[in-house]
């Protein structure tokens, strides 16, 4: 969030950039920064009561390769890129983006794409609150218990 300290977002970039030069990364794609309101979604960074709000985002991206050899290295790189950059991103209040986090909780549990596709089933659009859907989903996972579950998905 953008507060008071006008230009911390810049410092956040300039800082960024010197880790950059200092570590020899070289990015084959540009460095962004972004700035947004304040969104009502409460998983989002960006969340906050205050409608004037402004955020700064910074997007270090990476050209999406064809070869899954080459996406794989790529998702390592960004992974470093972020385990190493933790000091950096604690001393400035950054966040890695909903986006980020929600990619590597897929690649982290496999039941998460079964999640998604019972899910769809039963709630298609998106009418039902989280504990009404666990509720749902609880009942049937005692209903189907034994049985192969996946069919249903």
Request: aromatic fraction near 10%; charge should be negative.
């Amino acid at each position: 969030r953008v507060d008071g300290t006008i230009g911390a977002d810049l410092d956040f970039m300039f800082d960024f950039l010197q880790y950059a030069h200092d570590n020899n990364h070289v990015y084959d794609s540009p460095i962004e920064q972004t700035w947004s309101r304040a969104s009502s979604s409460a998983l989002s960074p960006a969340c906050d009561i205050d409608e004037e709000a402004l955020f700064s985002w910074v997007r270090v991206g990476t050209v999406a390769s064809a070869s899954s050899a080459e996406g794989d290295l790529q998702k390592g790189f960004h992974r470093r890129l972020i385990k190493e950059t933790a000091t950096l991103r604690e001393q400035h209040s950054a966040l890695e983006s909903l986006s980020t986090v929600t990619s590597e909780i897929a690649t982290r549990y496999d039941a998460l794409d079964l999640f998604k596709v019972t899910r769809h089933r039963l709630d298609a659009y998106r009418i039902f609150l989280a504990d009404e859907l666990e509720k749902l989903l609880m009942y049937r996972r005692t209903e189907d218990l034994g049985k192969d579950v996946t069919k249903y998905a």
